[in-house]
């Protein structure tokens, strides 16, 4: 028999967006978190540069919004973008309330204002920050106060395996009711059950080889919400930070944009430059155009990485400027004042996700997704830098106003259908597992990354599909582990970003591809919707459920 907790919410992630979620409705109801690592791993703690919100009065919502507009390529929903813009403020100050500790300047007149820094697509200096590790700021704080808070209870180490839903007889319509999670301590799988469910898992960049992204990011909320019945949108929009550090010890680590705004030059294997022939802007091109001259370079050339050189400036200077990169670097036998560091660009942030509604609703009644899992037609079809958090902050706010006044104060426990793993045996073959991830990870990168032809993601989508059958056969006869829960999502967000490439007959923003390489003169977002399921979990889901009043 497995075990079965309740709750009114379950939120399942504990990032910038879950977070905050549970801090705003833990006044009026009994909130759990889970995590599927340590709370604090996931994409928030390692966010550097830091938020988006209008604070210099020579600024405007107006020139937020045109500017997140022209980032997106034409596809930028308007009224998702002005909604953030203008609650921007408000939820920065909330964070300020919470005690996020931003960087403060005193102005010439001796007054003391939040320091602001400008980036890449803004027109205004418009960014708070804690330093270059404001992520690491706003998740310690935000995770001190939910861990003090009386009706907030953490899981961690604890898989969302898959959502339980209920058909409602009267409308045909789906409505949640929890989750199957895994305890990854006592290896059992237990239930759920939940007046409303969140989703608030992060992004999918982990499906390609290089990511900048943690372990977390395996995209199991949107496949979880896809298995389920979810539309998801524009998952073809990945964006790719052009310079992650290549090293087989180094894990994801970047190397900030500032390197090459101090002169840092690109080269070859052969120490040729090669950015000069792409963009007359050559290193300082935008983010995306210098990710797919390294790509390109990379593909043509059949090698492994690139190079980052920065070595002909003084090497005080480097030391003074680059303190953290010249540790890093050093402590892996690298020194950068000398010699070039090898360099690959690195999937960062999937702008598109599981469709919501400007309260953060999906699809299914009581089942809602907030975060860079979710798409809100903010990013289109390329991300504004520091707007995600933004994001994460101003939706998850959003989904607090609306679970608060639709949740039900009297409401009944409901008693969850059993996981049944009576037929399946543990894992003989764990090989079969570390080979498909191998293997999706490197088709993914090598057939749909950043510049992409109908034939490679043809051949992707035939590799996806062999895969899909072979992890499912797996899944429903092993025991679960968190390397087959990942795959299993994994390949699912795969297809999903398939299928939505290839729907995509043209290039736009982040996605491009030779075989369409203009614009279309109409925007649309490209809208996947779900067949019926067909998860081990729902076919528990047509049991009954059994009202039960605690
Ligand atoms: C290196 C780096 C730098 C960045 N810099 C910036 C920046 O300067 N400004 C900016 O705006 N954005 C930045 N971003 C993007 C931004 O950090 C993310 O978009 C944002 O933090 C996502 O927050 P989130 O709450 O949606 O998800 P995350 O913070 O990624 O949290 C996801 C949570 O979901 C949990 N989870 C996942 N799957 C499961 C499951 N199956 N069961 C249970 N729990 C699960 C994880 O354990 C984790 O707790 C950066 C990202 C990276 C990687």
Redesign the pocket.
């Known amino acids: 028999m497995n075990q079965q907790n309740n709750c009114d919410v379950l939120i399942?992630?504990?990032?910038?967006?879950?977070?905050t979620l549970a801090l705003h409705l833990a006044k009026n109801a009994d909130v759990v978190i889970?995590?599927?690592?340590p709370?604090n791993?996931?994409?928030?703690?390692?966010?550097?540069?830091?938020?988006?919100a209008v604070f210099d009065e020579n600024d405007s919502i107006e020139s937020h919004m045109s500017d997140t507009i022209i980032a997106g390529a034409g596809l930028c929903d308007e009224s998702a973008v002005q909604y953030t813009a203008e609650n921007a403020k408000a939820c920065l100050e909330w964070l300020i309330e919470q005690g996020v500790d931003f960087d403060k300047d005193e102005n010439s007149q001796g007054e003391i204002k939040y320091h602001l820094t400008r980036e890449g697509g803004h027109s205004h200096r418009r960014?708070l920050?804690a330093a270059d590790a404001?992520?690491k700021a706003i998740?310690t704080t935000l995770a001190q106060r939910v861990k003090q808070h009386s009706r907030i209870r953490v899981f961690e180490r604890?898989?969302?395996?898959d959502l339980i839903c209920e058909e409602k007889s009267k409308n045909n319509n789906k409505q949640c009711v929890g989750a199957y999670?895994w305890n990854r301590s006592s290896e059992k799988v237990e239930s759920i059950y939940a007046q409303k469910t969140i989703l608030?898992?992060?992004?999918a960049?982990k499906v390609y080889q290089y990511t900048?992204?943690?372990d977390?990011?395996?995209g199991?909320?949107i496949a979880?919400a896809w298995r389920a019945g979810c539309r998801v949108a524009n998952m073809e929009f990945n964006q790719f930070?052009p310079t992650c550090l290549f090293h087989p010890d180094a894990g994801?680590f970047?190397l900030t944009e500032a390197l090459r705004g101090e002169g840092a030059k690109l080269r070859r294997p052969d120490g040729s430059r090669f950015m000069p022939a792409f963009d007359k802007r050559a290193e300082l091109a935008p983010r995306d155009i210098v990710a797919r001259a390294i790509d390109f370079e990379m593909k043509r050339l059949g090698v492994d990485c690139m190079y980052l050189d920065i070595s002909h400036k003084p090497s005080d200077f480097i030391k003074q400027h680059f303190p953290t990169i010249y540790k890093r670097t050093k402590d892996l036998g690298i020194d950068i004042t000398k010699q070039p560091m090898p360099i690959v660009p690195a999937a960062?942030?999937t702008c598109g996700g599981v469709m919501i509604d400007q309260h953060g609703r999906t699809d299914i009644h009581q089942l809602y997704a907030?975060?860079?899992?979710s798409y809100t037609g903010l990013h289109g079809a390329n991300r504004l830098?520091?707007?995600?958090?933004?994001?994460?902050l101003v939706y998850a706010r959003a989904a607090a106003l609306e679970i608060s006044e639709s949740l039900e104060q009297n409401n009944c426990f409901k008693k969850l259908p059993r996981w049944d793993d009576s037929r399946v045996i543990d894992s003989d073959e764990e090989v079969v597992i570390q080979h498909n991830w191998h293997e999706l990870r490197l088709f993914m990168w090598d057939f749909v990354g950043i510049v992409r032809t109908t034939k490679r993601l043809e051949r992707a989508l035939h590799r996806v599909e062999l895969l899909q059958q072979e992890i499912q056969d797996y899944y429903q006869n092993f025991k679960v582990s968190n390397n087959l829960?990942e795959l299993r999502?994994l390949v699912q967000v795969a297809e999903l970003i398939i299928r939505c490439a290839l729907e995509r007959k043209e290039s736009r923003g982040l996605h491009y591809t030779l075989d369409f390489p203009e614009t279309l003169a109409e925007a649309k977002p490209t809208i996947l919707v779900a067949k019926k399921n067909t998860t081990r979990s729902s076919l528990s889901n047509a049991v009954d459920l059994i009202e039960k009043a605690l």
């Open positions: 399942i992630g504990s990032g910038a967006a879950g977070l889970l995590s599927k690592g709370l791993e996931g994409s928030t703690y390692y966010a550097q540069g830091g938020i988006a960014i920050h404001t992520g998740q604890y898989n969302a395996i999670i608030a898992t992060g992004g960049s900048s992204n943690p977390v990011a395996s199991d909320g979880m930070h994801t970047l960062h942030y907030i975060g860079e899992m830098a520091s707007n995600s958090l933004l994001e994460c829960l999502n």
